[in-house]
């Protein structure tokens, strides 16, 4: 069926995008007016079939740009009745282009759900001449050679082989050439005898890799993009060989050696200490060898971490061994739950409780949380302590609280609610709330300084938090900055609760300690804690950077699903990881900054890819889904490099039976 409109857009496509740039051959211009290219997008995307645009299309690939496959068409100079191969049928548009100028097309594509749509789509064309298969199109189609011409929709490191040897001879091949994921030349070859051929450069393009035998490594990119050198380049090669001799070698993170670190860090106020996944063992054992020494040798005060405050509140107070009736709920019960009810942190709390023990109540280190997902058990935190303190205030404060309870259920629900015209939403009340508590700080806190202090704070979360589900509607940046925020005032906070000269240990992801402004964050217009904390205490903070190359971790497919323990792939190529995995170390401490090898951080200064996993894990997108580009010595002033890694082991709730009533972990 035609649509009309659809029928003058595509004249239009023709016209404004095709012919004004140069694309003469009546024959790609007639067959790109009779192929609707809406028939070869998805349903949802119809409506951009015209724009001049390449368009998403499944399993994370694209249709090309209209004109581009105007002009690698119009570059195999078809008179028509010939014999094509097309690499990478994706949607099948180009390969319907093809068949209304060709004889026969042989259409190849690595990805079973494609080609089973194309070919529907063809067949819907009643384009009979293509025949189509699945496989690895960088070796070509043998059988079907030799053939007149050949597309290659999907760049390669270099001209395959094997696709030359299957031209005939004064065939043409138009393939995208190129190891810059951003950039590729497009290169046409021509056969010109038995042995001869010549070749062309047509155009600058960006296309997807062709991932196969004589393309890029599969194993060592995600399906979506895996551009790299092929082989680790002399450069590298002797930046790694250089990063070996002067890094600080260790087997396991449990002999990690402290003395330099500990060195540098100096008199820093605050040590961020980093991790490049939520479920890694070797970086929470790492983390906590580095706050040990850092509680023991050099008196710091307090740790904070990237865990909600009224959970972490429960370790704080079995830490510092607090008097607090047992709660009723179980502290880091919501997804994802491994991520702190692991056995590593229990050791480090554990741990702590004893250092404590014979302190005095002031001299003891605390545990506190920076993030802000705990907005209803953070109302009940406020509620109860109000009840105890002054239950007329309890009452003001049931009222205001009162307007965000309908949406407990669903969050997202408030955000939706709140853009609704007159509806006037929660600021104010939760605002208030909080300014009150403040207010009433000689009143309340001379009974009870630090219960205070908690009320405070988790009214202070509750009026971020409120804002944080009303700006997730209007996309994450704002979202991710109003979290960063709530975690730099939280800290701020904490210094000054702490007393003047206090200093903390932060743990949190690498995408919080490392300073955004180094990385692709940045360019979204995001910041994280690093870099509030460089603007605001300059060298008085020391950040630390981890990484690995494979071993599994402990994550989610999606959202609130269960834990996996998941393979890591391995690094790849271009990436920070790769280079480190080159060193042939089991693990180092490098220093970035001061102290650091100048060669080193030079050779480091140059922009690479980095990868961060959180509580999910995709390695099937992994290069979209977890690498971004980054400047490591501008990122982080030590990195601590973990070659081969496992998962974190998470709390058997068995085990915790018989625990006492006020274990943070408890049931
Ligand atoms: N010509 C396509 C169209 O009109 O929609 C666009 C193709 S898309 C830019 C590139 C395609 O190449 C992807 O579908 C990808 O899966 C495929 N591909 C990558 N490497 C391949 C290989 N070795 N063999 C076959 N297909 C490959």
Known sequence: MTDPDQKARR??????????????????????????????????????????????????????????????????????????????????????????????????????????????????????????????????????APFDAIMVAAASPSVPDGLKRQLAIGGRLVIPVGADENAQELVRVTRLGEDAYRREDLADVRFVPLLGEAGWDEARAGPQRGFGRRTTSERDRSLSRRIADVAEGFESVDDLPLAGLLDRIGDSRLVLIGEASHGTSEFYRARQRITRALIEEKGFDFVAIEGDWPDTARIDHYVRHAEYPPSEWTAFARFPTWMWRNEEVRGFVDWLREHNA??????????????????????????????????????????????????????????????????????????????????????????????????????????NAEEYYRSMFYGSRSAWNLRDGHMFETLETLLAHHGEGSRGVIWAHNSHVGDARATDMSRRGEFNIGQLCRARFGEAVYSIGFGTDTGTVAAASNWDEPMEIKTLRPALPDSYERLCHETGRAGFLLPLGRGGDPQVRQGLAESRLERAVGVIYRPETERASHYFHAELPRQFDEYVWVDRSRAVTPLDSRALEGAADTYPFGL
Not at 76 to 105: C, F, H, M, Q
Not at 397 to 425: I, V, W
Not at 445 to 458: C, L
């Open 358 to 463: 014979d302190r005095a109540p002031a001299d003891r280190v605390a545990f506190h949380g920076l993030d802000l997902y705990s907005l209803y058990n953070s109302i009940a935190a406020v509620l109860e302590y109000l009840d105890d303190v002054d239950p007329e205030a309890a009452a003001v404060a049931r009222e205001r609280y009162g307007c965000l309870t309908p949406f407990e259920p669903d969050p997202a629900a408030y955000a939706r609610m709140s853009l609704s015209p007159g509806y006037a939403g929660c600021e104010t009340p939760v605002v208030e709330m909080l300014r009150d508590l403040q207010q009433r700080h000689r009143q309340y806190a001379e009974q009870d300084g630090d219960r205070f202090h908690d009320a405070v704070q988790n009214a202070r979360l509750v009026a």
């Open 11 to 144: 004249e239009a496509m023709v016209d404004y995008q095709v012919r004004a740039r140069g694309i003469r051959s009546p024959r790609v211009l007639e067959a790109m007016r009779q192929v609707p290219r809406e028939a070869f997008v998805p349903m949802d995307l119809r409506e951009f079939a015209y724009d001049d645009t390449a368009l998403p299309i499944a399993a994370g690939q694209t249709i090309t740009q209209p004109w581009i496959v105007a002009m690698m068409i119009e570059a195999l100079d078809l008179k028509g009745g010939e014999r094509v191969l097309d690499v990478g049928t994706g949607s099948g548009y180009a390969a319907a282009l093809l068949a209304r100028i060709a004889g026969e097309v042989y259409s190849i594509e690595r990805i079973g759900e494609l080609a089973n749509q194309a070919s529907r789509a063809l067949l819907d064309q009643g384009l009979v001449n293509v025949e189509l298969r699945v496989g690895d199109g960088s070796l070509g189609w043998p059988e079907a």
